[in-house]
């Protein structure tokens, strides 16, 4: 079975440091993309940045440029999305999708992992 | 930059009406580039329909999308009670992903 396998929940305080991850099965892992969305408390969809496992080219929206590194582990199939000082306005579900290369649509979704930013 | 907004940002309908979603685009979309998502509470996106008007493995046929250009639209034929959800749409473009705020259909 295709799967992305998310790590679960933190809770942190503001300035402290993050790296959640995303772990790909049951598939090629460095055949497809891996994109971060994020997801505000009761807001919609965001698009965070995409990574390629096969030589960890990385595109980023420009409203997280600068705000987030995301990175890969292609040797245990894994993406990962940190912060290193993390703000309360961080607080949100962040999903992993996988692109299939040559196309531009999110197939498979990881089930989110929950941040909350809080003093 | 590119803005998707979609309309409405609510439909109120009942099980057995037809649901019509529309997404319009601040700049014209290469229609293999757009795609419609479904999530339900507490879960994450699902991806139905890929190319403007492919449906993904195992997305029942009531559903469809059509559209070019600008206007693409998502269109749910004989609603289902498990088919109240929100609805997103996408685009990719300059190397770069948007969503549209969503539409949320409520029973």
């Known amino acids: 079975e295709v799967q992305l396998v998310q790590s679960g929940a933190e809770v942190k305080k503001p300035g402290e440091s993050l790296r959640i991850s995303c772990r790909g099965s049951?598939?090629?892992?460095?055949?497809?993309?891996i994109g971060w969305v994020r997801q505000m408390p009761g807001r919609g969809l965001e698009w965070v940045g995409i990574?390629?496992?096969?030589?960890?080219?990385?595109r980023y929206s420009p409203s997280f440029q600068g705000q987030v590194i995301i990175s890969v582990d292609k040797s245990i199939s894994t993406a990962y999305l940190q912060w290193s000082t993390l703000k309360a306005s961080d607080t949100a579900i962040y999903f992993c999708?996988?692109?299939?290369?040559?196309?531009?649509?999110?197939?498979?979704w990881g089930k989110g992992t929950t941040v909350t930013v809080s003093s | 930059e590119m803005v998707l907004t979609q309309s409405p940002g609510t439909l109120s309908l009942s099980p057995g009406d037809r649901a019509t979603v529309s997404c319009r685009a601040s700049?014209?979309?290469?229609?293999?580039?757009f795609a419609w998502y479904q999530q339900k509470v507490g879960q994450a996106p699902r991806l139905l329909i890929y190319?403007?008007?492919s449906r993904a493995t195992g997305v029942p046929d009531r559903f469809s999308g059509s559209g070019s250009g600008t206007d693409f639209s998502l269109t749910i034929s004989g609603l289902e009670p498990q088919d109240f959800a929100v609805y997103y749409c996408?685009?990719?473009?300059?190397?770069?992903?948007?969503f549209g705020q969503g539409t949320k259909l409520e029973i």
């Open positions: 999708a996988r692109r299939p290369n040559f196309y531009f649509y999110m197939d498979v």
């Open positions: 049951g598939y090629s892992f460095t055949n497809y993309w």
């Open positions: 990574i390629n496992p096969a030589d960890s080219e990385t």
């Open positions: 700049q014209p979309v290469n229609a293999q580039y």
């Open positions: 190319g403007a008007s």
């Open positions: 996408q685009q990719y473009g300059s190397s770069q992903w948007t």
